[in-house]
Structures are given as structure tokens and as C-alpha cells.
């Protein structure tokens, strides 16, 4: 087993975040995870993308030519890293930030309306973490309980009111993701 | 006359990496771990500049440091760090200084000082794309310089080439092990991936590091005492024939340091062809070698620890054995050159390498190795 993802979006949406408490996940449930981050000198507004790479085997390289999943939180990502998913891959879409859609048929495209949703939640800003539940709704690794574990451990660490919030946002991102696919399938 | 110059002759230190590290797993950024396997292998001075992509070193150093009682100090440039190196490392402590490629080189002038002198000490090179200022991307095209000197003279440097967290943490304690033993500079020599990536590793918390170890270092300079002689660290030597005797003895010391020689592999036992890499080109390589077993083809990873001390020896025997190496590094072919004097000749020696920050996908090192085979 091996999952290579690549998230990519704006500086402060929380791309960086959500890769780390993904590979923070994947080794609480034991597997070898890497993150490696590219982003421009800009703290925000500026390109953020990073990959995540877990596996239970020993990792090489931290990033590849293709990726299992992809996840694009603005429109300019999905350009660039539309086309960097395998055939049959993942690619997850924050469709409030991402007006036209991707072409491609090869893959399954899931659009999330993250923003919304984040909301709706209770916590804006965690549309990052709608996009992770999403993500876990679909692949079922990290387990669910590992990315609360670490929410809890993480977030919790300094800004402990925002744990359930949080929590909420995750459940909320795999629910959708649930529905969305059996509606692709179907 | 100073203390005796020749190393003591004595087994070859057991580098910390089969003991079982103490502390608990969590992921780790490269840069934190050096930072951490720092202090935790004694780091009593550390003196910097800031250089992208290793700032994290001293941003943590500077606030662990003076809580542990132990010294931090940012210099007004390289060339002031080295020299407080050299000071520091003279007066018998375990000093370090973290830079980046430009910032390396201009500590050069010093360290050929410091190796002159016969003094320890530890340098970090996380290594960004060159030469001049070039950028803040990863590369490995300071091999050359870290490994056949980069100051004036005849002197070396023990190269530590660290591949994961784990090492990024082990690999500064064993730098400084190395630097007391022989009396000279060591390196650990890294990248700006490594730097930034985070990976699980198991490192300890700051209150359970132990103090840096009391060492006796009769040749330091810390006052004659009941000595019958003063300690000098000097490196001028204006009589020729007190130079060509202060030479032999460097010497001795680098070929006693000969024996610290180690390198990793995977897949050896039946493979026909070898990605020989260091560092995070060994990882992307390693990724390579996993792609083509997966398609039933012998390839083996070859990745060399030490990089000064090559271990040319073990090279010299697998090319009896293999159809040929590839040589996979982020420059334009340095460490091929060290591979290809220890091969000699014996197998087909090719080369595949990306300067200028660019990390090649695990696919394009395959593909090499796939044309190699034709």
C-alpha cells in the first residue's frame, strides 16, 4: 500500500496543514509518511503546494512524476496540477474556489463545495479540513480516528476551542465526499 | 613542543546509528533534527549567519540553546562565524556552525585554518543551487567542495551524507564523535529537500538531553597549568621542513581516519546493475530500484555514508559482480568521478544528474537505468 498526494492551492488556506496532518495521521497508524513543501516567498496569497506520501513500506523519493490523489483548492492549481494524476486516480476540487471544471474523463473528479461547508461547520477557515475529510471519505486511509487523534493533539495544542469545530468540518468533508462518489458510480 | 600531533591509535568509533535512540517518534523537519541531534550530541557553541534553506537550525538553536546554558551566537557574517569556530574549537568545546552553499564558501579561508590547526569541529551544509548565489533549491553540487577541500592545502574533511530524519538527527552526535577522534573538520553534508521535509524520527525532548560530554583535551588552550609547555593552535609554519613534518602528521591522522568508511545497500545480493547516490538522491534513486524490481530487473541502491572516507573498496568489489552503475546525483557529476577511480575500469560507469534545484521523479532515474540495460 502507497498513497502519493499532492495538494496545491493559495498561501493561508491551510495546504501546508492539511498535508502535515495527513502524514501525521498515516504515522499514528503506524505507516512510513513523508511531507515535502514548495511554496513561493509570499506568506500568503502567494502558491502553497505540498506533497504527502504514506505508505507501510520504507519511502524513497518524497515527491513523483504522477500522483494517486491530487487536491486543488484554486483554479490556477488545477491547471498546473490537473494533469499530474494517474489514470483512475483521485482528484479532489474545492469547488467554491475553482469556477471551471476539469476536463479530464480519466479520473475520478470529486467537487467539494469546501468554503460553504467550512461554514456551515461552524469554522470557516477549516475548508482545508473539509477537504481532508473528503479525502478520507473516499480512500479510508489515514484512518478517521487517527486525523481526530491528531486534531486534537494538534489543534488542541494552543487553540483548544477550536478541536470540535474542527472535528465537525472532517466529518462533514467524508459525509460529502460518501454521497459524491455513490452518486458518480451511480 | 605541543602535545603529540599523531591520533592514538585506537579501534573505530562505533557511530551511534544500531543504539536505540531514546525519546519518542514524531515527525520531524530535517533542519529541526539537525538542530536537535546537535545539542543532543554535545554542541557547546554554535556560531551562524542566516542562509535560506537551513534557517531553521539556528532560529531553534538560538532559543534552546541559552535556556541549556550553552552558547548561541549569531556572527555579522560566515567568515566571523568560522573564526569564532576556530577560537572556540581551540579552547577544547564542542563547536558548530549551519550555512548553505554561498554561505559555506566563504567560511573556506577558515577552515583551512581550523584543519591546519588540528582542531574538531562541525560545519552543516544544507546545500541550495549554485554556484554564485544560484537559488534556494535543493542540489548536491558542493560534493567537491566539501570532499576535496574548498580551502587552500592538504587537508580533508569526514563528509557525513545523512537520507532521512532520523540520520538528520543521529548524524551531527556522530559528526562531533568523529571530529574529537581525528582532530579535524567533519561535514554533514545535506540539501534543502531533506532540510524541509518532514518524516517520522525518534528524538528526544529537550529536558531529557544530557549535558555535552566533559572530555580531556590535552592540546587545548585553556591556560599551560601544570603543563611543561604552552598549547599553541596555529597553522603557520614558516620553515619548510616543519611544514612538510606538520603535513605527515595531518596525513596520519587522515589515513587513521580511513578506517570510519560506511555506506548502505539495498538489493545487492543478486543485482546486475546499481544506482550508486547520497543523500535525497539516494532516495528518489532507492525509489527507482523498488519500480524496476516491481518489473522483475536486478537493480540495486549503493549509497555511500561517509563521503570522505569513500568507501571505494566496497565499489572496487560490487563492480566485479555488476553490468554497471549509474551514478544519480543533483549536480553536474561530481561524486561519478570518486565512483569511477574506485570502479577503475572494471564495469561501465555511467552518469545521470539534474543541477539547479530541479529533484527528478523516481521515473526519470528508472528510465536511465532501463537504457542502460539495453
Known amino acids: 500500500m502507497k498513497e502519493e498526494v499532492l495538494i496545491a492551492g493559495f498561501g493561508g488556506q491551510g495546504i ?43 519511502i524513497g523519493s518524497p515527491i513523483a512524476a504522477i500522483y494517486d490523489t491530487v487536491i486543488v483548492m484554486n483554479q490556477p492549481s488545477l491547471e498546473r496540477f490537473g494533469p499530474k494524476v494517474r489514470k483512475g486516480g483521485l482528484l479532489i476540487i474545492d469547488e467554491s474556489m ?76 467524508i459525509r460529502i465526499a460518501q454521497e459524491r462518489t455513490s452518486a458518480v458510480q451511480a | ?131 554564485g548565489l544560484g537559488n534556494i533549491a535543493p542540489s548536491q553540487s558542493d560534493y567537491f567542495q566539501a570532499c576535496k577541500g574548498g580551502g587552500h592545502g592538504d587537508y580533508r574533511c569526514i563528509v557525513l551524507a545523512p537520507w532521512n530524519a532520523q540520520e538528520m538527527f543521529e548524524f551531527p552526535g556522530s559528526a562531533f564523535e568523529l571530529a574529537d577522534r581525528y582532530r579535524m573538520p567533519v561535514f554533514v553534508l545535506t540539501d534543502a529537500v531533506l532540510g524541509s521535509m518532514l518524516e517520522p524520527a525518534t528524538v528526544p525532548d529537550l529536558e531529557q538531553l544530557p549535558p555535552p560530554p566533559k572530555m580531556d583535551k590535552p592540546w587545548a588552550t585553556t591556560g599551560r597549568g601544570n603543563r611543561s609547555h604552552k598549547n599553541v593552535a596555529n597553522s603557520l609554519y614558516l620553515v619548510p621542513e616543519d611544514l612538510t613534518e606538520h603535513n605527515e602528521r595531518l596525513q596520519a591522522g587522515y589515513r587513521e581516519a580511513l578506517r570510519e568508511v560506511r555506506y548502505d545497500t539495498r538489493y545487492l545480493e543478486d543485482a546486475e546493475y546499481v544506482v550508486a547516490a ?82 527528478p521523479a523516481p521515473e526519470d532515474v528508472a528510465n536511465v537505468v532501463r537504457k542502460m540495460m539495453k
Request: aromatic share 6%.
Open chain 1, 98 to 173: 475553482v469556477p471551471i471544471r476539469c476536463h479530464r474523463t480519466d479520473v475520478t473528479a470529486i467537487y467539494v463545495p469546501a468554503s460553504p461547508l467550512a461554514r456551515d461547520a461552524g469554522i470557516e477557515r477549516a475548508a482545508n479540513v473539509v477537504l481532508l475529510g473528503a479525502f478520507l471519505g473516499i480512500k479510508g486511509k489515514p484512518s478517521v480516528q487517527s486525523v481526530e487523534n491528531v486534531i486534537r493533539d494538534l489543534v488542541g495544542a494552543k487553540r483548544p476551542h477550536l478541536i470540535e469545530p474542527n472535528l465537525k468540518a472532517l466529518q462533514v468533508g
Open chain 2, 1 to 131: 613542543m605541543p602535545e603529540t600531533m599523531t591520533p592514538t591509535k585506537t579501534k573505530a568509533s562505533t557511530v551511534k546509528s544500531d543504539a536505540p535512540p531514546t525519546g519518542r517518534k514524531r515527525l520531524v523537519k530535517g533542519n529541526e533534527a539537525l538542530a536537535l541531534g546537535a545539542l543532543a550530541g554535545g554542541c557547546e557553541c554554535f556560531f551562524g549567519y542566516p542562509i535560506t534553506p537551513q534557517n531553521e537550525i539556528p532560529e531553534l538553536l538560538s532559543g534552546w540553546m541559552p535556556k541549556l546554558g550553552r552558547v548561541f551566537l549569531q556572527a555579522e557574517s560566515e567568515v566571523a562565524s568560522i573564526n569564532m569556530l576556530y577560537g572556540a574549537s581551540a579552547c577544547g568545546h564542542r563547536a558548530m556552525t549551519s550555512s548553505s552553499s554561498p554561505g559555506i564558501s566563504l567560511m573556506m579561508e577558515g577552515l583551512s585554518y581550523i584543519a591546519g590547526a588540528q582542531l574538531p569541529c562541525v560545519l552543516i551544509n544544507v546545500m541550495r543551487g549554485g554556484p
Open chain 2, 278 to 359: 547520497f543523500g535525497i538522491s539516494a532516495r528518489v534513486g532507492y525509489s527507482a530500484v523498488n519500480m524496476l524490481r516491481k518489473q522483475g530487473l536486478k537493480v540495486g541502491l549503493f549509497r555511500p555514508i561517509t563521503l570522505w572516507p569513500f568507501p571505494e573498496k566496497a565499489l572496487a568489489e560490487l563492480a566485479r559482480k555488476v553490468k554497471g552503475i549509474l551514478t544519480f546525483e543533483l549536480n553536474c557529476g561530481q561524486m561519478v568521478e570518486d565512483v569511477r577511480l574506485a570502479v577503475n575500469g572494471v564495469c561501465p560507469v555511467e552518469f545521470y544528474g539534474v543541477a539547479g534545484g530541479v529533484l
Open chain 1, 16 to 58: 501546508l496543514t492539511m498535508g502535515q496532518l495527513m502524514a501525521n495521521a498515516a504515522m499514528y497508524d503506524g505507516l512510513y509518511a513523508t511531507w515535502f513543501p514548495s511554496y513561493g516567498p509570499e506568506m500568503r496569497g502567494g502558491t502553497a503546494n505540498c506533497t504527502t506520501v504514506f505508505s507501510d513500506e520504507e
